[in-house]
Nanobody, 122 residues
Framework: QVQLVESGGGLVQAGGPLRPSCAAS????????MGWFRQAPGKERAFVAA????????YYTDSVKGRFTISRDNAENTVYLQMNSLKPEDTAVYYC???????????????WGQGTQVTVSS
């Protein structure tokens, strides 16, 4: 079945960049939406960004617009989340996810990775 493996989290100073990756395998993802979610300590899991694999349309939650960029590499079957100007409130476990369907705005996903920790210090 679908496998999603995140990497590239870590500790970063406020204002700095980080670029987690999500390696996707198990099938062709041309008809899928790929997403990033995050879960901060004591908080529920929250949507961050999504990309339509075919065509590359994107959608972001308001708190990361202008700072984060989601992208995908078709040849490598990898999704990236470029995070710039990081803030302490961005600290969370970041999860890669996938869903079959056309909508960037439906946040019910079918497949999930294990997560990668992102910690932003101030």
């Amino acid at each position: 079945q679908v496998q999603l493996v995140e990497s590239g989290g870590g500790l970063v100073q406020a204002g700095g960049p980080l670029r987690p990756s999500c390696a996707a395998s198990g099938r062709t993802f041309g008809s899928y939406i790929m997403g990033w979610f995050r879960q901060a300590p004591g908080k529920e899991r929250a949507f961050v960004a999504a990309i339509r694999w075919s065509g590359g349309s994107t959608y972001y939650t308001d708190s990361v617009k202008g700072r984060f960029t989601i992208s995908r590499d078709n040849a490598e079957n990898t999704v990236y989340l470029q995070m710039n100007s990081l803030k302490p409130e961005d600290t969370a476990v970041y999860y890669c996810a996938a869903r079959y369907g056309p909508s960037l705005y439906v946040h019910e996903y079918d497949y999930w990775g294990q997560g990668t920790q992102v910690t932003v210090s101030s």
